[in-house]
């Protein structure tokens, strides 16, 4: 598996001209950061194949340690969700029962050791609890970052108010984004779900390549099937970015994590464990 894993890592690093160094150690966590109830499956699917369906959503986000340093992917449903009922009529009723400061708690890990937060997108289910962490680096794809700046339809710098007007430290992430420099976590441009959508692949030393999809799909069907979401920004860059994230995880044999699919974030263990 470490062998794998190393040629992934130089597999990456080659496409940079860059030599593959000794792997680091990586450890990830994932977190509940929330869900959602979706009563209208359709809102999924710009092909109507989910008429009358409904599906609860899961809302998790990631802890990640590179040595001594900490990404936070994704920040979850804002705090402000809490306690708030569940709708079985809404198009989506979002739900939230802990927040990512509680669980970094138990792990002993406090807020401001978070270096980076990564947005794998701008949509509220994916930055609610980010300005949380207002001394980290924002970690965003740069197509992402000129919408919001542009105030956009659909977008909303709120939950970014640290990096957007606060004066927070910002890496507009343009292509593909090796995070730590060791190929050990690298960000992946794969736009459609919104301009500038990415997802992240960490190589750990024992289970080995593991991708974290962002929203390039929401549940396994919607993937296996390659849906679009009448929402998404780009229908053509959508299937694109499908056709390579699944490219990929099949050449290095990866554990694919669709983020909002429960069955597949159950791939990691249960927090507070870790996968390594």
């Given at each position: 598996m470490i062998a794998r894993v190393a040629a992934v890592a130089a597999l990456v690093l080659t496409m940079g001209q860059a030599p593959a160094p000794k792997l680091a150690d990586?450890?990830?966590w994932r977190l509940d950061c929330g869900g959602v109830q979706v009563n209208d499956l359709n809102a999924f699917s710009d092909t109507l194949a989910y008429s009358g369906q409904k599906k609860r959503l899961v809302a998790s986000c990631y802890l990640i340690r590179h040595g001594g340093d900490y990404l936070l992917w994704d920040t979850g449903?804002?705090?402000a969700v809490i306690g708030k009922p569940v709708s079985n009529t809404d198009a989506m009723s979002p739900i939230l029962t802990t927040t990512i400061k509680k669980q970094l708690a138990q792990i002993g890990v406090k807020p401001e050791q978070i270096g980076r937060v990564g947005i794998s997108h701008y949509h509220f289910d994916h930055t609610g609890q980010a300005a949380g962490f207002p001394a980290a680096?924002?970690?965003i794809g740069k197509a992402d970052a000129d919408a919001l700046n542009a105030g956009k339809p659909g977008t909303s710098t709120e939950p970014l108010k640290p990096w957007f007007g606060g004066g927070g430290k910002i890496e507009a992430v343009d292509?593909?984004?090796?995070?730590f420099g060791d190929g050990s976590v690298t960000m992946l441009n794969l736009p459609g779900?919104?301009?500038g959508h990415h997802a992240l692949l960490v190589l750990l030393k024992g289970k080995g390549p593991v991708l974290l999809s962002g929203d390039l799909a929401h549940f396994r069907e919607n993937y296996d099937r390659n849906g679009v979401p009448p929402f998404n920004t780009?229908?053509?860059q959508t299937l694109a970015s499908l056709d390579r994230f699944k490219q990929l995880a099949g050449n290095v044999k990866a554990t694919v994590i669709l983020q909002h699919e429960a069955n597949d974030v159950a791939k990691l263990p249960a927090f507070p464990a870790s996968a390594r």
């Amino acid at each position: 598996m470490i062998a794998r894993v190393a040629a992934v890592a130089a597999l990456v690093l080659t496409m940079g001209q860059a030599p593959a160094p000794k792997l680091a150690d990586v450890e990830l966590w994932r977190l509940d950061c929330g869900g959602v109830q979706v009563n209208d499956l359709n809102a999924f699917s710009d092909t109507l194949a989910y008429s009358g369906q409904k599906k609860r959503l899961v809302a998790s986000c990631y802890l990640i340690r590179h040595g001594g340093d900490y990404l936070l992917w994704d920040t979850g449903l804002p705090e402000a969700v809490i306690g708030k009922p569940v709708s079985n009529t809404d198009a989506m009723s979002p739900i939230l029962t802990t927040t990512i400061k509680k669980q970094l708690a138990q792990i002993g890990v406090k807020p401001e050791q978070i270096g980076r937060v990564g947005i794998s997108h701008y949509h509220f289910d994916h930055t609610g609890q980010a300005a949380g962490f207002p001394a980290a680096t924002l970690l965003i794809g740069k197509a992402d970052a000129d919408a919001l700046n542009a105030g956009k339809p659909g977008t909303s710098t709120e939950p970014l108010k640290p990096w957007f007007g606060g004066g927070g430290k910002i890496e507009a992430v343009d292509a593909d984004k090796d995070v730590f420099g060791d190929g050990s976590v690298t960000m992946l441009n794969l736009p459609g779900h919104t301009p500038g959508h990415h997802a992240l692949l960490v190589l750990l030393k024992g289970k080995g390549p593991v991708l974290l999809s962002g929203d390039l799909a929401h549940f396994r069907e919607n993937y296996d099937r390659n849906g679009v979401p009448p929402f998404n920004t780009d229908r053509a860059q959508t299937l694109a970015s499908l056709d390579r994230f699944k490219q990929l995880a099949g050449n290095v044999k990866a554990t694919v994590i669709l983020q909002h699919e429960a069955n597949d974030v159950a791939k990691l263990p249960a927090f507070p464990a870790s996968a390594r």
